[in-house]
């Protein structure tokens, strides 16, 4: 299914105001950034935190990540045209960003926890975590990533399909 180019009425001085491609796709191209980053970060975190010796730099997640940050990120897609909207500046953003993550965080580690199919625990590693769910020393990541998460919404906003020829003939 074809959707419509990006019109003029959904950008305001360059950034977009409502989201212009559909939300499956919003959906999948935010879960695979998000993805991708966390196995960017965990292969780094892990070089560092192992005396920086495994050149290997082997990142890791779960499949159960995918869906969360899917669903996550489209869901502060819509805190993201909100607070542009009304005019909260960008830390403000940011620290709405950053409680959204823990919650949405602790929200499925909850789910996730009993099935033993959470695939973090932060309780080994840091003094200021719930149940080792949430930890307080990765505020500022979250925050930073939040704001970060802006320009995802943008590029993926700015994106438009236009099919082919041939794919038009099979719609």
Not at 95 to 100: A, N
Not at 149 to 162: A, H, S
Request: one cysteine or more; a positive charge.
């Amino acid at each position: 299914m074809a959707t419509a180019a990006v019109s003029s009425t959904h950008l305001h001085a360059g950034v977009p105001q409502g989201p212009v491609v559909a939300w499956p796709y919003r959906t999948m191209f935010y879960a695979i950034c998000s993805f991708y980053m966390e196995v960017v970060w965990t292969a780094i975190f892990d070089y560092v935190a192992g005396g920086m010796i495994d050149l290997r730099l082997r990142g890791y997640s779960s499949i159960w990540s995918f869906f969360i940050y899917g669903v996550s990120m489209t869901l502060m897609e819509k805190s993201y045209f909100a607070l542009r909207k009304r005019g909260f500046g960008l830390p403000i953003r940011g620290l709405v960003y950053m409680m959204s993550t823990f919650a949405v965080e602790l929200l499925f580690g909850l789910v996730l926890k009993p099935l033993n199919a959470n695939s973090w625990d932060y309780s080994k590693q840091f003094t200021y975590h719930y149940h080792g769910l949430i930890a307080l020393e990765y505020a500022p990541l979250w925050f930073i990533s939040g704001v970060l998460f802006e320009y995802q919404i943008d590029v993926c906003n700015r994106m438009t399909y236009r099919a082919t020829p041939q794919a038009r003939k099979k719609e």
